[in-house]
DNA sequence: ATAAAACATGCATTGGATGAATGCAAAGGG
DNA sequence: CCCTTTGCATTCATCCAATGCATGTTTTAT
């Protein structure tokens, strides 16, 4: 097969494909001077040209008779294949409009759990209504969907860009703005009053964390206070919060909106110490530079955001 | 229609069609130095090729990932598409084999029609055998048809080259030789000795004329030896030789084929005098220049030659 | 840290396409 | 018959865009 192939390529090899242009007017017309005219040439050039081409297909393609020329019968038989021939050129060049309800694209989205579970499922019932042939994965954010996304596997993601893997080769857009946020049990000492930041370093923290890493800039922080916090427990999943934090006297600190997800009425919402100096952070769908003028693509993105502006 | 078609063309006016063939190395090779050497280029100029199919296409392509390239979902669509138009634009360039047996060309020959009635039928017979879609008109021969021959719509036509009106891009082959002979009624007084000149210029004359003219050349030999012949009577007919020949003293000089066609036990066949000169002539097959390289065409002239040699 | 792999870019070269001018042939008209 | 017009082919000079060599940059592997 690859044999075929390569066969099939050695005979354009040395052909002029544009010689192609040349040879539809020379057939639409029967003329070289009006050739000449359609594809803005001289005659020159164009008598030229079918002389070229006469050498490339071995034939004398139009022939002299009176003052004008008349087609031979392979150039005759020519006509139909050279603008067929014309036509699936065009189409390579000619880009696709993407039409969301004709369209057949597969996507892979990775997102972290909580934005997996609570803000995609609104913005996919209305791409499900739009585009109904059109596939979505949604996987949760993992330490080798992160490694897929560099590599151009994943569609899309979703995250904080200038926190966590350092990730290459990829583009992204910001979505909405989050902050960081403490939850405690309902009733906890330190739910009653301004949390300090001796008090947050005193606690005993949860973290969350997919990668089995992450929290290192509030330590670093705490650090330059001469603090230190423990960590006693790390939380995979965001589902789990509400379990282990409010029947104990552990501390989590996440984005709000992961905290409005898990909120029950055993948990207390705290803002985190000012002194840990934290701002508020953008959450941003991230793709491969591959993805960037993929017309679906560009499409799902809109979408996307445009869902997140009318929820903010 | 035309407007449409327009439209078409421009669309790839501006394009170098000669980028498809980087294009479909470029896709199937996923690599910008693989692709060169599939095409005979060097490294950077198929990095610049590149470069201009991703202005002509408006899109990467191939974007880097790590050493390498991955394709976007543009050029993994382009796959099958720019294949396939390099197919079809191969096919163009490619000679397709004649065969006859599927063949559905359609043949208008014109003869004399002594040849018509008498060589053509059994090379047809055998035609119609190997060749069952080709159709065959026969024509007689006629002062338009001499000039449809010029102007290439007469497929093919039988005659002598170098006698008769002169014909304008054509080519010919020789098919077989034939010569000039006397006819005359049985036991005419010319019959029964060795014809002079004298006596077949004091004969009197019919003339076998499609055009209404001819003869010329051995009434220019005539005249060189101070002789005129007298010409009662022009046929436009073979199959009115011998109606007009056998009950009169007319003489008729025709090719020695044509008398065989015509010969009754009413008639008698006389060689003309030695002083006319009159040598061999060749009956060729005659076509214009626009069929010359037709595979079908150069399939049926081979036939006939075949045939002719057969019978001769 | 160094080497290898792979693509991108700078620079000089050149071959082939091009148009203006001209030649040649056929047809049309006076 | 001669001149004009039409239409394609060829000569000649020009030029420009594609090309390869050399080099730069980036990423990966050892």
Redesign the pocket.
């Known amino acids: 097969m690859f044999y075929i192939l390569y066969m099939h390529q050695t005979n354009v090899k040395n052909v002029?494909l544009?010689l192609l242009k040349?040879l539809d007017a020379l057939l639409e017309?029967?003329?070289?001077?009006?050739?000449?005219v359609l594809v803005?040439?001289?005659?020159?050039?164009?008598?030229?040209?079918?002389?070229?081409l006469q050498h490339a297909l071995k034939d004398p393609l139009?022939v002299?008779?009176?003052?004008?020329?008349v087609l031979t019968p392979r150039a005759e038989a020519l006509r139909a294949p050279v603008r067929e021939a014309l036509a699936q050129v065009s189409s390579v060049f000619t880009p696709k409009v993407f039409d969301p309800a004709k369209a057949q694209d597969h996507f892979r989205i990775m997102a972290p759990d909580y934005l997996a579970q609570t803000l995609l499922p609104p913005v996919l019932g209305q791409l499900v209504n739009l585009a109904p042939g059109v596939q979505i994965d949604i996987e949760n954010l993992s330490a080798s969907g992160v490694q897929q996304m560099?590599e151009g596997h994943i569609s899309l993601g979703f995250g904080v860009v200038n926190d966590g893997p350092v990730l290459?080769?990829v583009a992204s857009q910001a979505l909405f703005q989050d902050r960081q946020v403490c939850l405690m049990r309902k009733g906890h000492p330190l739910a009653a009053k301004t949390l300090s930041l001796e008090d947050y370093a005193g606690a005993t923290h949860a973290l969350l964390s997919i990668t089995g890493k992450g929290g290192g800039r509030i330590d670093d922080i705490l650090n330059e206070h001469g603090l230190k916090r423990t960590i006693a427990l790390r939380v995979a999943h965001f589902m789990t919060i509400s379990a282990v934090i409010a029947p104990t006297d552990l501390i989590i600190t996440v984005p709000e909106m992961l905290a409005a997800q898990v909120m029950t009425e055993d948990l207390e919402l705290v803002a985190p110490p000012k002194e840990l100096g934290m701002p508020h952070f953008s959450v941003s769908q991230i793709w491969h530079q591959r993805f960037t003028k993929d017309p679906a693509h560009q499409w799902l993105r809109r979408m996307i955001k445009s869902a997140c502006l009318v929820q903010s």
């Open positions: 002029d544009n040349a017309t029967e003329s070289v001077s009006k050739a000449a803005n040439l001289s005659q020159p050039a164009m008598s030229r040209a079918l002389n070229r139009l002299r008779s009176g003052r004008g020329m560099c290459e080769n």
